[in-house]
């Protein structure tokens, strides 16, 4: 079976997977989750889990309702769930004898190269030791401006960050459907993906409204960052007895395949980039540059959105406004208005001062 071939999973469990509508912590489902645990471990695999709950398990404690929490009050209740989370994890891991750790990540965690780097070395030092992270996004800290907002793109980044084979999402769906098969009883179930074209991102939206509070929209946004990471993705059902062995006894997911050519660990986190900081729109002919492996140069600009500086992540979009590259950029977006459509040559003259040629250098630059 496939699965054999995965070392370092990633397993991603939502909240309506891990407690019941009351907020109230699912003891049996997590005892058996455990021993499926367990059975990965014996088989030499490493494993890290991205559990949500902590502002459900959080309300639950205090008996208020979530839907009635400011931003603000969230992470107030974030800071307590998360102790009760933990706790939860912790007596039935430990009847396994697993030992586990907690990281809490924000969204700059992930997006600063030298903090994704620390955040790789602390995992890659915890699964040496035997040890089962379980990561969660800090709303204690996090404001709206600074959020993930779902676990399922946390998931997929720290997939990403520390090469992961395979990302596994649980949640209350069997995977990725044609049409709501609540609705539509004709609807197909597909069981891989090996592109997201149009088609699947279709599917995601018409099905937006059954898949749980974080979305099929969302999972499809994983797997994108999964792909261009060389790892593979499943969507499968959590409101199981012991999923992830019906995972390997072949039972119904949803297999998302990755790329053929996986891109070297420094690309992997300009593609995975989640929070962009603006955008360039480009002519033709800097498209079909960069679709030969060339930087992108000023002459190609023609438009820039937002407001960015030297070395942040952007997108790059042709004349059509489809995205075709992201990468970090040489100059900041007021640099970039000066220069737009002129020669490289001419740089200095505009600016002032000497600067790099390329607006995104080759090496800097990644195709979408």
């Known amino acids: 079976m496939f699965f054999n071939n995965f070392k370092k999973i990633v397993i991603k469990i939502g909240s309506s997977t ?3 509508k009351t907020g109230k912590p699912k003891k049996i489902w997590l005892e058996d989750f455990a021993k499926d645990i367990k059975f990965l471990i014996g088989k030499k695999k490493q494993v890290v889990i991205v559990s949500s709950g902590a502002i459900a398990m959080g309300c639950e404690y205090l008996k208020i309702n979530k839907k009635n929490l400011k931003v603000d009050e969230s992470q107030a209740v974030a800071s307590i769930g998360q102790i009760k989370l933990m706790d939860f994890y912790k007596k039935i891991f430990d009847k396994n004898k697993i030992k586990i750790s907690q990281i809490l990540l924000t969204l700059d965690d992930t997006e600063q190269r030298r903090r994704s780097i620390n955040a790789r070395r602390t995992v890659d030092n915890l699964l040496k030791m035997g040890i089962v992270p379980i990561v969660n996004e800090n709303d204690t800290t996090a404001t709206t401006e600074i959020k993930y907002g779902d676990n399922d793109r946390l998931a997929a980044r720290v997939s990403q960050i520390i090469s992961a084979d395979c990302l596994i999402l649980l949640s209350d769906v069997d995977g990725l459907y044609t049409d709501n098969p609540k609705k539509n009883k004709k609807t197909k179930f597909i069981k891989i993906v090996n592109e997201i074209d149009e088609n699947i991102k279709r599917y995601a939206t018409k099905t937006e409204n059954f898949y749980g509070s974080g979305g099929m929209k969302t999972k499809i946004d994983a797997a994108k960052i999964c792909q261009l990471s060389g790892c593979h993705m499943i969507i499968a059902n959590g409101n199981v007895k012991k999923p992830i ?28 980039s989640i ?35 030297k070395g942040d992540h952007i997108l790059v979009k042709n004349q059509d406004s489809v995205e075709c590259a992201r990468g970090l950029t040489s100059f900041s977006s007021l640099e970039i208005e000066k220069i737009k459509g002129c020669h490289s040559s001419k740089i200095k003259n505009i600016l002032g001062y000497s600067s790099r040629e390329e607006i995104i250098h080759k090496d800097d630059l990644v195709k979408v």
């Open 18 to 20: 891990l407690v019941d």
């Open 245 to 272: 062995s019906k995972i390997i006894n072949n039972k119904k997911f949803t297999l998302f395949l990755p790329k053929v050519s996986k891109l070297d660990a420094r690309k992997q986190w300009i593609i995975g």
């Open 275 to 309: 929070a962009p900081k603006g955008e360039v729109i480009i002519d033709n002919g800097a498209e079909n540059a960069i679709k030969n492996g060339k930087s992108l140069l000023p002459a190609g600009v023609k438009k820039i959105n937002g407001t960015f500086e």
